[in-house]
């Protein structure tokens, strides 16, 4: 089983600049041990239900610690029987997306040679 959280967690009331609340908060996930990939806007983690769940509540408690107000999201995506998805699903779209240009680029070559 896989589940997948994608989720982007800060403090609304320490001014502009806030990766020192967000590092406090990837050092959490970091060292849970579930995979995971950070991104500009958030990060993604893949394991079990209770496990992500388990993370995504210690980095609330660990901001709301010294935040008055803290903004968070979280989207999940819950699938039975699969694991490694946090890899396999981008994966898939690269390799579409590769053949897709391919398909194209095969296209303006017939053009360009008419």
Do not use: H
Not at 65 to 90: H, L, P, Q
């Amino acid at each position: 089983m896989s589940t997948l959280i994608s989720f982007s967690i800060f403090p609304l009331d320490k001014g502009e600049s806030v990766s020192m609340y967000v590092t406090r908060a990837l050092k959490i996930v970091r060292d849970s041990g579930l995979a995971y990939k950070l991104n500009p806007m958030g990060t993604t983690i893949e394991g079990e239900w209770d496990e992500v769940m388990d993370v995504v509540s210690r980095c609330f408690e660990e901001i709301k610690k010294d935040c008055d107000r803290v903004y968070m999201t979280v989207n999940a995506d819950y699938r039975k029987g699969k694991s490694g998805r946090i890899e396999s699903k981008v994966k898939s779209v690269e390799s579409k997306l590769t053949a897709s240009q391919k398909v194209i680029n095969r296209v303006i070559a017939k053009r360009v040679s008419l």
